[in-house]
């Protein structure tokens, strides 16, 4: 989707001056040097030359066709149908805010119910809202949820996570209060049982995810969720939905609350953004009256005909202000109705074909990284696979790049015990030259 152009005139002076800024770095002095570009454009060149001008610029840019890119860590390159775009460039949708007046928002509320139904049935929870920001914040809601509905303050995680989503939980969980403790993985990059029954003690809750950060299943799932349960916690599953197709729902064995990332379905890599994410809970009235976001619920009017409305509305700001469940303030509408629409586009069959195919790249992905480098984990991968290089992984990456092939994500700043490591990935889009290139090049550099 285009942006548009706002020349760079003697006026922004005069709007630093207004708000009580000298100088653009001044106004952006929080952001880390050098993230900040201001293009230096003469004066008086129309909107046409602009474009031409800055189109050079971003010719720069490969996209994930002309350079593969194995990068993965939670943003992942998935077809989207043709059909999809095109559905939810519609008016009907494009131009959907929250539905504040659901009498005249029959169609966005539908569509909204739609997405609720299918994650439902995805995830085995009942009750589904009609979307977060994205997993992260879904996770850091979970978090204080449990601890609102238990009384605790503590709340257990993999030390195997996303380095942005623990940053996320460290945010929300500050204000509060709220102790996270992390359990270390054991040799097999599997959650530490036994550290875990240390940790649980106390806990609020205790967030487990389908696959790991590693990109690997967690073969003792089911336990870690009774032993949630026995001390007395609530079990809080990440999953990411595209596997939801191969393997049993998070709903199956004793989730009481499952999250996840739905843009994963009918929305591209956008840089990383925007998201929707994924919150579901069980059947208890006591969690869904503490549960953040909005649901959309479906009714008759009086004269007998289905309608949709926004229900349990007390949970958010514009109803509750600081009393509030949740600070969230907005929903992620559009990427939740671009989901709906290509999970009933896969339907059963079509999601489990995607899970197959993208488990077996992963698996081609990783016996071939197997070759030239240490694939530290056994068991079986989804999409991620971590790598050890006996060379610094830098030096790996900018070969990598010089050779039009974009590698995997730094581990060692977060997880410096696995040394000079990355995580490559691999989705239903990877295709085998692509792999094939990346062995070959790696046993070059590697």
């Given at each position: 989707?285009?942006?548009?152009?706002?020349?760079?005139?003697?006026?922004?002076?005069?709007?630093?001056?207004?708000?009580?800024?000298?100088?653009?770095?001044?106004?952006?002095?929080?952001?880390?040097?050098?993230?900040?570009?201001?293009?230096?454009l003469p004066e008086g060149k129309s909107e046409y030359e602009v474009f031409t001008e800055l189109n050079e610029v971003l010719s720069g840019n490969k996209t994930v066709l002309e350079m593969p890119s194995f990068l993965g860590a939670g943003t992942y390159?998935?077809?989207?149908?043709?059909?999809?775009?095109?559905?939810?460039?519609?008016?009907?949708?494009?131009?959907?805010?929250?539905?504040?007046?659901?009498?005249?928002?029959?169609?966005?509320?539908?569509?909204?119910?739609?997405?609720?139904?299918?994650?439902?049935?995805?995830?085995?929870?009942?009750?589904?809202?009609?979307?977060?920001?994205?997993?992260?914040?879904?996770?850091?809601?979970?978090?204080?949820?449990?601890?609102?509905?238990?009384?605790?303050?503590?709340?257990?995680?993999?030390?195997?996570?996303?380095?942005?989503?623990?940053?996320?939980?460290?945010?929300?969980?500050?204000?509060?209060?709220?102790?996270?403790?992390?359990?270390?993985?054991?040799?097999?990059?599997?959650?530490?049982?036994?550290?875990?029954?240390?940790?649980?003690?106390?806990?609020?809750?205790?967030?487990?995810?389908?696959?790991?950060?590693?990109?690997?299943?967690?073969?003792?799932?089911?336990?870690?969720?009774?032993?949630?349960?026995?001390?007395?916690?609530?079990?809080?599953?990440?999953?990411?939905?595209?596997?939801?197709?191969?393997?049993?729902?998070?709903?199956?064995?004793?989730?009481?609350?499952?999250?996840?990332?739905?843009?994963?379905?009918?929305?591209?890599?956008?840089?990383?953004?925007?998201?929707?994410?994924?919150?579901?809970?069980?059947?208890?009235?006591?969690?869904?009256?503490?549960?953040?976001?909005?649901?959309i619920g479906m009714t008759k009017t009086e004269d007998g005909k289905r309608a949709f409305v926004m229900t349990l509305q007390t949970r958010e700001q514009h109803i509750r202000r600081a009393k509030a469940t949740s600070n969230i303030c907005s929903n992620?509408?559009?990427?939740?109705?671009?989901?709906?629409?290509?999970?009933?586009?896969?339907?059963?069959?079509?999601?489990?074909?995607?899970?197959?195919?993208?488990?077996?790249?992963?698996?081609?992905?990783?016996?071939?990284?197997?070759?030239?480098?240490?694939?530290?984990?056994?068991?079986?991968?989804?999409?991620?696979?971590?790598?050890?290089?006996?060379?610094?992984?830098?030096?790996?990456?900018?070969?990598?790049?010089?050779?039009g092939i974009h590698g995997g994500y730094y581990l060692g700043k977060h997880f410096p015990e696995l040394g000079e490591a990355a995580l490559f990935a691999a989705t239903e889009t990877t295709r085998k030259e692509w792999v094939d290139e990346l062995i070959?090049?790696?046993?070059?550099?590697?």
């Open positions: 989707m285009g942006r548009h152009y706002l020349p760079n005139l003697p006026q922004k002076e005069e709007m630093l001056r207004e708000i009580g800024f000298e100088s653009i770095d001044e106004l952006f002095s929080d952001v880390p040097e050098g993230m900040v570009k201001e293009f230096d390159f998935h077809y989207v149908p043709a059909h999809v775009k095109y559905l939810i460039e519609r008016s009907e949708f494009l131009t959907a805010y929250t539905p504040y007046q659901p009498e005249v928002s029959q169609g966005m509320l539908q569509a909204l119910f739609e997405y609720q139904s299918l994650i439902a049935e995805l995830v085995g929870l009942p009750i589904v809202n009609s979307s977060m920001y994205d997993w992260g914040t879904a996770m850091a809601e979970a978090a204080l949820m449990a601890a609102r509905h238990t009384k605790r303050k503590k709340f257990v995680v993999p030390r195997a996570l996303s380095p942005e989503k623990k940053e996320v939980l460290r945010t929300y969980t500050a204000g509060p209060g709220l102790e996270t403790v992390e359990v270390p993985w054991d040799g097999r990059g599997q959650l530490d049982i036994e550290k875990l029954k240390e940790a649980v003690e106390g806990a609020a809750g205790v967030y487990i995810e389908m696959p790991n950060f590693f990109g690997l299943l967690e073969e003792n799932i089911a336990e870690i969720g009774e032993i949630a349960h026995e001390a007395g916690a609530l079990f809080v599953v990440g999953v990411d939905p595209t596997i939801l197709g191969i393997v049993e729902a998070p709903g199956e064995f004793g989730a009481d609350i499952v999250v996840g990332e739905a843009a994963y379905f009918g929305n591209p890599m956008n840089f990383g953004g925007p998201r929707a994410g994924i919150f579901a809970v069980r059947n208890d009235r006591k969690l869904i009256r503490q549960m953040p976001g909005r649901i992620e509408a559009l990427v939740a109705v671009a989901a709906a629409i290509h999970l009933a586009s896969l339907g059963p069959r079509g999601l489990r074909e995607l899970g197959e195919v993208i488990l077996k790249n992963t698996a081609y992905l990783k016996r071939g990284l197997s070759e030239v480098a240490e694939v530290p984990f056994d068991g079986v991968n989804f999409k991620d696979v971590p790598v050890k290089f006996r060379v610094p992984y830098e030096v790996v990456h900018e070969r990598l790049l010089e050779k070959e090049a790696l046993k070059e550099v590697a």
